[in-house]
Each structure stands twice: as structure tokens, then as C-alpha cells.
């Protein structure tokens, strides 16, 4: 399948179609050939065109995700998780759910990593900011620490 069929499929399903690894390959390597073999106006301006085509498919399937419905069997499934934790962290901080302050979120340490020039161990814990407690929880570094009820 071609990069605009995918776009096609997908604006008509009201779920996200399967993009099988395969033939994202295949298309990748059609574009490489295209973008190494010919430098002028016009590849130039269709590249453009199936760029746009490509951003397209990403705001249908994010859209498609931001609304509960899972991406399956796809080089792209890994959404799920990015948006689901996104969603988590926003929703949690927003009502307290996490241990907070001055903007930060405490996180314990799950995986081994050097931050800043500090070893962190697993089971520490570190106080980060909204954008690092994402990225490092998406990563399987740490994990937020929610306020428990009495």
C-alpha cells in the first residue's frame, strides 16, 4: 500500500487500521530512493506533499488514541502507551493524585540511571518536573508515587 491508501483507510474506519511493519519499510525505501536519486522543484514539492499525507495519518491515529481506541498489530501501537501514560500523569497531577511540589512530582527510582551527574538506584526517590517524570516513566526509569489514602 501506498502512504496516501493508509491515509485513506484510516479517515474511513472509525478505529485505527493495522499499518504493518513490512510495508512501512517499503514505503520508507521508496521515499529514500526518491529523496537520494533526484534534487530539483518538483521531488522536491512532491516530497512535501507526502510529508503532509504522513502528519495527516499521525493526527488521525492520535486523535483515534485520545479516544480510547487502541492501535493494534502496527509499527506504530507503541502510541497507546506514549498517550495512555500522558494521559495518566495529566489527569493524576491535575487532581493530586501524586506526591507534588512546587511543580515537581515525586517518582521512585525503578531502573538504574545517572540524571545530572547523580547515580540514581532502584528504589531512591527524586523529586522531577513534569516533562522529565513523563519522558523517564515512558522509559521505564521511575514510576510516579501517588498519594495513599488512610
Not at 501506498?2 to 517499503?26: A, H, N
Not at 527510582?109 to 526517590?125: T, W
Not at 527524586?126 to 521511575?142: E, I, N, P, Q, T
Request: net charge neutral; glycine share 6%; with cysteine.
Amino acid at each position: 500500500m501506498t502512504l496516501d491508501e493508509f491515509l485513506s483507510r484510516e479517515l474511513k474506519g472509525e478505529d485505527p487500521q493495522s499499518i504493518p511493519g513490512v510495508e512501512v519499510e517499503q514505503i520508507i525505501s521508496t521515499f529514500k530512493r526518491l529523496r537520494y536519486k533526484y534534487k530539483d522543484k518538483i521531488h522536491d514539492a512532491e516530497l512535501k506533499i507526502y510529508s503532509e499525507i504522513a502528519e495527516s495519518l499521525f493526527e488521525m491515529r492520535l486523535i483515534k488514541v485520545v479516544e480510547n481506541r487502541e492501535i493494534k498489530d502496527s509499527f506504530d501501537s507503541w502510541h497507546n502507551e506514549a498517550v495512555n501514560k500522558m494521559r495518566d500523569l495529566y489527569v493524576n497531577y491535575l487532581t493530586g493524585a501524586y506526591v507534588n511540589r512546587d511543580g515537581k512530582v515525586l517518582c521512585e527510582v525503578r531502573s538504574n540511571l545517572k540524571m545530572d551527574g547523580i547515580e540514581l538506584k532502584q528504589g531512591d526517590y527524586v523529586m522531577l518536573g513534569l516533562k522529565r517524570a513523563f519522558s523517564l516513566w515512558l522509559a521505564g526509569y521511575v514510576e510516579p508515587c501517588r498519594v495513599e489514602r488512610r
